[in-house]
C-alpha cells in the first residue's frame, strides 16, 4: 500500500528569501558620504563625535526604542488623581532613553560649547538621530536653537543657558533650579494665523513694579513639545507684537497659568507632543524689544529650519539603507533585486537624491558655523537655508515613497520602518514655515539683501568647468537673474533652480564621478523622466549603488 504523510507532519511556515534584520551597523560609520561631508566641512573631532553617536543609535536596541516611541505615544495628563490641575505629559520609557541619549551626546548643546565645527557637528548628530525617531529631535532642536534667541535677555540667558546646554536630561515637572538640565519649546502659531503670526491675538500686560514682567492671556494653535521646562512665544505687548520667554513654573516656585488643551492628533511624528495650550495671565519675561518680537524670535527660526533640512536628508538616508539591504538580500527571478538592471536604475536614483541632500545639509551647516565671523557666510546661510530647506523637503516624500515600494507589499505593513518614516517625511516642509512661506522668503531675502544672492552666485561659480551640463545651467540661472528678479508667482520655480544648483555644485566638486555625473545627467542635463528610475543609460549604476550601500 501507498505510504501518505499526515498533513500534519508537512512544513507550511519556512522562511526563505528574506533579509535578516538591519540592526547592530553604526549609522555613521557606514554613510560614506556623510563621513566625507562632515570631514570636509567640519572637523576630525566632529567626525569622532558623529561616529560614536551612529554606533549607539545603530544597536538594535535603540532602533527598537525608536519605533517603541512612536508605537505608544505620549498621553495628556491634565489632573493629578485628587483632582488638581497639573498639565502634564506622559511618555513611554523609550522616549525618556532617546532624549537622554541625545543630550549625553550634545545634540542640543554642542553647537554653542565647541570651539569650531559646532554647527556641523551638531547636524551630523541631527542627522543620525532623525533616521531613529525624528519626533525625540523636536525638543532637541528647539533647546538648541533657542540659545542665540535668549542672549537678547542676558539675565534670562545667564539662567537658563547652563541647564539648557548640560547634557543631562531631567524630565522632573519641578522649577529649573532644582534640575540638572532644562528643555525648551516654542509656541507661535495662533489658529486664525498659521504663518502670519501678525494676526496674532495673544495680549500681553506688563505687570506693575517688575521691569520686563508680563502677563499673557491667550491661546496657541500649535504648541510644540509642551512638556518643555519653558517657552518662547508671541504677543501683542502695548508697542507691538514681542517675544516672551514662558517658563512652566514662575519664579515664586506655582505652576504657571498655562494649560493644555489637548494633544494633537498628527499624521506621523507620533513621538513628540504637540499640544494647543491657553494662557490664563501666564507669567513671561519679555526677549528683546516691545515691537521687535518677529526680529528676535526669527533667530530661533533660523536655526531650526537648518534642523528641517537635516532632517529631510536624514530620512532619506534611513529609507534608501532599507531599500539598499532589502534589496541586497531579496531573490527575484533567479537573481537578488539588486543586481536587476531596472532595480539598479531605481537604486541608483535614490542613491544620488540622498547624496546630494546630505551634501547640501552639511555645507549650509559650515555656513552657520561661518556666520559669527564672516558676514558673507552668514548672507549666504539666511538663503540658502530656506533654499535647502524648500527643496528637500519637496524631494523627501517621493523618494521615501519609491524606496517602499522597493519592498513590495512588506514595505506597506507597519512591523518595517517604512509606513512611519512616509508619514514622518511631509512635516518639516510644513514646520517652520511652509513651502509657499519658505519660497517667498528666499525671493524677498535675494531682493532685500542682495549680498546674499551675490554670495549664492559665488558658492556655485566654484564648480564652473567641472561638467558642462552643471555650467549650462549656471548661465541658465545667471540670464534669467540678469532680467530681474520674478514675481512672486515664480518664487517656487527660482527657488528649485537655485537649490539643484547648490546640490550639483557640491556633487561635482566633491562627490564620486559616476554619482556626480548621474546628478548631471538627469537633474541638469535634462535626460531624466517623470519619478525615480528614469536615470539615462551609460551610467554606472553600479558604482553609484556600491557607494551609498551601508
Known sequence: M?????????????????????????????????????????????????????????????????????????????????????DEVRFHPSYHQLMALGMAHGQQSVAWTTPSAGHVTHAALEFLLHQVDAGVCCPLSMTYAVVPALRHNPQLAALWEPKLLSGHYDPAFVPVERKTGATMGMAMTEKQGGSDVRANSTRAEPIDGKDGCYELVGHKWFCSAPMSDAFLTLAYAPKGLTCFFVPRWTPDGARNRLFIQRLKDKLGNKANASAEIEYHG????????????????????????????????????????????????????????????????VLADLA??????????????????????????GAFARLAVAVGKYWLNKRVSPLIFEAMEVHGGVGYVEETPMPRLYREAPLNSIWEGSGNVIALDALRTAVKTPDSLVVLMDELDRARGGDKRFDAALDRLGNRLAKGMPEESQARRLVEDMAVLLEG???????????????????????????????????????IIDHAHP
Open 2 to 86: 501507498p505510504h501518505y504523510r499526515p498533513m500534519t507532519d508537512l512544513a507550511t511556515h519556512d522562511v526563505t528569501n528574506q533579509p535578516p534584520p538591519l540592526v547592530d551597523y553604526n549609522l555613521f560609520s557606514t554613510d560614506r558620504a556623510l563621513v566625507d561631508a562632515v570631514r570636509r566641512e567640519g572637523n576630525e573631532e566632529a567626525v569622532q563625535k558623529a561616529s560614536a553617536y551612529g554606533a549607539v543609535l545603530g544597536t538594535s536596541e535603540i532602533l527598537q526604542a525608536g519605533d517603541d516611541a512612536n508605537r505608544y505615544p505620549p498621553e495628556f495628563m491634565p489632573f493629578d488623581r485628587y483632582g488638581q490641575r497639573i
Open 282 to 345: 501666564a507669567w513671561a519675561q519679555r526677549v528683546g524689544e516691545e515691537g521687535h518680537g518677529v526680529r528676535t524670535i526669527i533667530e530661533m527660526v533660523h536655526h531650526t529650519r537648518l534642523d528641517t533640512t537635516v532632517g529631510a536628508a536624514s530620512l532619506m538616508r534611513r529609507a534608501l539603507v532599507e531599500a539598499l539591504h532589502h534589496a541586497t538580500h531579496r531573490r527575484v527571478f533567479q537573481k537578488a533585486l539588486i543586481d536587476q538592471p531596472v532595480m539598479q536604475n
Open 352 to 377: 544620488i537624491e540622498s547624496q546630494a541632500a546630505t551634501l547640501l545639509a552639511m555645507r549650509l551647516a559650515r555656513a552657520f558655523d561661518e556666520s559669527a565671523s564672516d558676514p558673507d557666510a
Open 505 to 543: 555644485s557640491l556633487m561635482v566638486q566633491f562627490a564620486p564621478a559616476a554619482a556626480a555625473d548621474g546628478f548631471c545627467a538627469s537633474r541638469l542635463g535634462g535626460d531624466w523622466g517623470q519619478s525615480f528610475g528614469t536615470l539615462p543609460g551609460g551610467l554606472d549604476m553600479a558604482a
